[in-house]
């Protein structure tokens, strides 16, 4: 049957008059294993409208006289649809962005529980009802710039973008599952997002307990960085529990900064840990990729990542991994 449904995408997609009727030009692909691949309306939507009201993360290649930002030739042209399109949309999302000031990644937490097109209905989780409302401004930005069209004009990049991740994803994220533990419980379903910034991967849970894994574009799959997010969503919750009680967390954190680590806070930094050590098993890494990650303020990656072996839960052992952490760091320069 697996062989059968990415078979049929195919020829769905391949089919000019079929690709351009409303909802089939999106159609998913799969992967042996079974892993959905697919893009996203509500994804597309809602970038569409943080484009559109100042969202301009990404390379910077030049920095005077002003900063000069790379987009995907697909986040360009739908930036300049957007842009110039209806202000009622902008003026809506304004006032909306103005009542509701919580991470993006939230945002996307409710947009992929909520309905597709027309937006009939936001996400049901009483987690998240902070937001309702949101789907309102999806709907009026999805008619007022004509997204569905747009969406059509650029569905030969996704599609190109989706393939290059069909025969890389099933085995990395295979032995992330097992090292997790969680190879039965968490259904993963990758979505490209040509209009967030490059090499971007962001992941959040659906109603259903599913990882949505939303990636951004890049000149080549981003699969360290997706097995990464996957891992966080299971490890994020169990350092923050535990962490708190970390009482060299502080120090070994501004050392790791220095060293070239780019988190703020200890939680982050802990988390990042975890999730690279899985996402580097998971990669098969060598010798020389794991002296890298340490060089750059990532301690003790290598024994964080044999602790996973007992198959206990992380909180469990967290603070006896942060140990390893903090003994691992470089002695002091004379």
């Known amino acids: 049957m697996r062989a059968f449904v990415p078979a049929l995408a195919a020829v769905l997609l391949s089919t000019p008059a079929l690709a351009a009727s409303q909802g089939d030009w999106f159609a998913s692909l799969y992967t042996g294993e079974g892993v959905e691949l697919r893009n996203d309306e509500r994804i597309f939507a809602l970038f569409a409208i943080f484009n559109a009201m100042g969202f301009d993360q990404g390379p910077v290649t030049r920095k005077d006289p002003i900063p000069k930002v790379v987009y995907h030739p697909v986040r360009q042209a739908v930036r300049g649809r957007v842009i110039g399109g209806d202000p009622e949309v902008r003026k809506a999302a304004d006032a909306f962005f103005e009542a509701h000031q919580v991470p993006l990644r939230r945002y996307l937490s409710y947009v992929v529980g909520s309905a597709q097109p027309p937006f009939a209905a936001g996400a049901k989780s009483k987690d998240l009802q902070d937001l309702k409302g949101l789907e309102a401004v999806l709907q ?12 059509g004009q650029v569905q030969a990049d996704y599609r190109k973008s989706l393939k290059a991740y069909l025969p890389v994803l ?44 939303i990636v951004g574009p890049s000149e080549k799959p981003n699969v360290e960085g997706l097995v990464r997010e996957f891992a966080r969503l299971s490890i994020e919750p169990a350092v923050a529990k535990k962490i708190g009680t970390w009482a060299g967390g502080a120090q070994v954190l501004r050392e790791a900064q220095l060293a070239g680590a780019n ?20 990669m098969d890494a060598n010798d020389a990729a794991w002296d890298a990650a340490a060089a750059k303020g990532y301690f003790g990656l290598k024994s964080v990542a044999k602790m996973f072996d007992d198959g206990k839960p992380v909180e469990g052992w967290l603070l006896d991994a942060m140990q390893k952490v903090e003994t691992s760091r470089p002695g002091p320069k004379k």
């Open 140 to 151: 009026k930005a999805w008619t007022g710039w004509k997204l569905d069209e747009l969406m």
């Open 170 to 213: 099933d085995g990395p994220l295979t032995k992330a599952r097992a090292t997790l533990k969680s190879a039965d419980t968490q259904e993963a379903l990758l979505v490209v997002n040509l209009l967030d910034a490059q090499d971007t991967v962001r992941a959040v849970a659906g109603e259903n307990g599913e990882a949505f894994l």
């Open 263 to 282: 988190e703020q806070n200890v939680q982050d930094y802990a988390t990042a840990i975890l999730t690279m050590a899985v996402a580097m098993r998971a």
